[in-house]
DNA sequence: TAAGAAATTATTCAAGCGTATAATAGACCA
DNA sequence: TGGTCTATTATACGCTTGAATAATTTCTTA
């Protein structure tokens, strides 16, 4: 009875290929389907080697839940260009592909519903939506300064307050009922309601990418 | 080695019972911590009692994701006044409590993440969704055309997908991270951004609940 | 090329899971 | 009040779970 034969990799490449499991596992049949021996078999090894890597079971949920929250918000963290570049830019980013589909909804619901069981996951959790929101407050600033408009801090908390809001939730509705919505609607209502609600206009995105 | 003793309910009062034990084991323990034993400790009946009523444990999943969503919306669908008033208190309503708390967004966030395993519970949550974002957009074509205002289909339907966002979006805010907030600012966070979307006021919350 | 380190597999364990079935006792009606 | 129905308890079964440990194989390096 020969045993399978395996290669031996470098820590972090396996590590990441446990986490990846990990979340295909979840996206695929949610947090209960994320069995050890399941992420196992999707990883292509054997359940044993989980507890190599990982203290706990715990503890690869938690490393796995930091993932998604860098991908979820890296891309939109790393805008460049003028304020209105950057702005329209974070905005785009956070509700197409690959921030906006219905994996990313399963993955982030399935790790919000543990947020409130486990207090390493709240603090995981906590900070990737304080990062978030300052990204948002300071684009937000620097937009509203750059064409002269009122920039108070107790105005830009209001207005990062209602943005972050209307992005959560327009990045909700696309992930679980995309269908509903044309090609690019949500993100034309995003930027035409966030044109209203800052009281100025940001050029389309067409004419703005053309600049580049 | 005596029996314990119990009492008879009637089948309605009993269901319900058993699928308010099953919240109660989400909301605390997660969706994981809900197994057939622990619903009827809290329940306090045996656990064969369970599937006396229940199919099996994906039926009283399905029972319970019905009751949730129906305490998520019912209140916010039943507004009743002018078509101000009626708008106003559908905003209030989804941004305080019992509908904005952190128990709603745990049990809320539990069942979405199973939405795409279970096509039950897509079904589910999909009427839930269609009943509350069509009785957005008649709430605002009605507060429209009350105005004076443009409510072709066209605008309502764009302004409903925006103003359902803000609201999910704030709602979500509120539930993850209440206290990061003043007592009823992300209240007035909305009514101020949905006043500006639609370009018209809103009378303020004292005035208007001292009317009535 | 031989040896040692450790990454990986294989096996085992106790606990907990959903489900099935049999025994019991509460409640209603004759 | 006694008989009957069935809601409820009690117990058991087979599986799966996360975890622990022992046995091996791969790879490095001297």
Chains 1, 2 share one sequence.
Not at 52 to 64: D, G
């Amino acid at each position: 009875m020969a045993r399978r034969t395996f290669h031996r990799a470098p820590e972090a490449e396996r590590r990441h290929d446990l986490i990846e499991a990990t979340l295909d596992c979840i996206a695929e049949y949610g947090l209960q389907g994320a069995t050890v021996r399941q992420i196992a078999i999707k990883a292509g090894v054997t359940a044993g080697l989980i507890r190599h890597y990982f203290q706990s079971k715990e503890h690869i949920l938690q490393e796995a839940y930091r993932l998604v929250i860098a991908r979820l918000t890296e891309k939109a963290e790393r805008v460049t260009g003028d304020p209105e570049t950057r702005l329209r830019d974070f905005i785009v980013i956070n509700l197409t592909e690959p921030v906006a589909n219905s994996r990313s909804l399963s993955l982030w619901a399935s790790f919000i519903s543990r947020v409130s069981v486990d207090p390493e996951l709240a603090a995981i959790h906590r900070e990737g939506y304080l990062s978030f929101r300052n990204a948002l407050e300071s684009l937000l600033a620097d937009f509203l300064a750059a064409r002269g408009a009122d920039a108070s801090p107790e105005r830009c908390r209001k207005l990062a307050i209602a943005v972050n809001g209307l992005l959560d939730g327009l990045w909700l509705e696309g992930c679980l009922a995309g269908e509903l919505f044309g090609e690019s609607e949500l993100v034309e209502v995003a930027l035409t309601s966030i044109e209203t609600l800052l009281g100025l206009p940001l050029r389309p995105v067409d004419a703005a990418s053309a600049d580049r």
